[in-house]
């Protein structure tokens, strides 16, 4: 491959945020750090990628040469200042790299990388309490931030708050009300949490998912399972116990189509769950 060739490739990566960590790293090393002095002012750029790349793969040799001349060129640098802050997290150093962060965050209190570095730092250490409450501040100040209410979301569910997750969900959907993937996990944190009330929400999300997006079967799944519970619960009025248990008929012949239309090898393994839902239905509707 022309050098030209590797820089247009890593530069096509950098424009759409792509991280493709080993094909970079085997780009620079064997194309373009020879011809490097090629590249202009461009030359800096590919090498903070390289190195962001090369502390995702764990090649220290590498990333530590790229910082080493990123750092004397641009002394005092936030962005290298943020790479150091890698550097010392791949080198199991975090103590003192919450010091640089926290030294970043006072020099430029906008600035939304040293914070989420912060909480990135936090779970790595495994203090989940600790990344919680520092996220929770972040998302006060950056609200439409839809990457720090999902990982908010998740560090929740690590502490088993599913009410408080089930809040980020819903915060997720106001940003982006078509995304089917949101309305088939706020469904799921409902589903768990369990109790009439909350399982009859999870079924309306699973519906919603699958409107959205009707190739998902796990939203199919969602329906078969929440409209069979809502059905059984002894909370279930008889009009809407007619209604989930004709839902739960519904999915549970989608999924069946869905799974003849792929048989193949696998027709033992498709009765086997044919007769389970089966058997679940039954159990259900009778209960």
Request: glycine fraction near 4%.
């Amino acid at each position: 491959m022309h050098w030209s060739e590797a820089r247009d490739i890593i530069r096509k990566w950098r424009e759409e945020n792509a991280r493709n960590s080993i094909e970079l790293v085997e780009l620079w090393e064997d194309i373009l750090k020879p011809k490097a002095y090629k590249l202009g002012d461009e030359h800096y750029l590919v090498l903070e990628q390289v190195c962001t790349a090369a502390f995702d793969c764990n090649r220290l040799d590498v990333a530590t040469d790229c910082l080493q001349v990123l750092s004397s060129k641009f002394p005092g640098s936030v962005r290298i200042a943020l790479l150091q802050v890698l550097h010392l997290e791949a080198l199991e150093r975090y103590d003192d790299a919450l010091n640089l962060v926290d030294s970043i965050i006072k020099r430029d209190e906008t600035n939304a990388a040293p914070r989420k570095r912060r909480v990135a730092i936090l779970k790595a250490q495994g203090k989940t309490v600790e990344a919680i409450k520092d996220l929770s501040e972040y998302l006060k100040v950056f609200m439409v931030d839809q990457e720090a209410w999902q990982e908010l979301c998740e560090l929740y569910l690590c502490e088993q708050e599913y009410g408080k997750a089930a809040f980020c969900m819903e915060e997720l959907l106001l940003h982006n009300p078509h995304n089917h993937l949101y309305h088939q996990r706020l469904a799921e944190i409902k589903y768990t949490q369990g109790g009439f009330e909350n399982m009859d929400i999870a079924r309306l999300y699973f519906c919603q998912s699958y409107k959205l997006n009707p190739k998902n079967i796990r939203s199919l799944y969602g329906i078969f399972l929440s409209s069979a519970n809502v059905a059984a619960s002894q909370k279930c009025t008889s009009s809407k116990k007619k209604e989930a248990n004709q839902l739960s008929v519904w999915a549970l012949k989608q999924i069946n189509e869905r799974y003849r239309d792929a048989r193949g090898k696998n027709d033992e393994a498709l009765d086997s769950l044919e007769n389970n839902l089966g058997l679940l239905h039954l159990n259900s509707t009778t209960s």
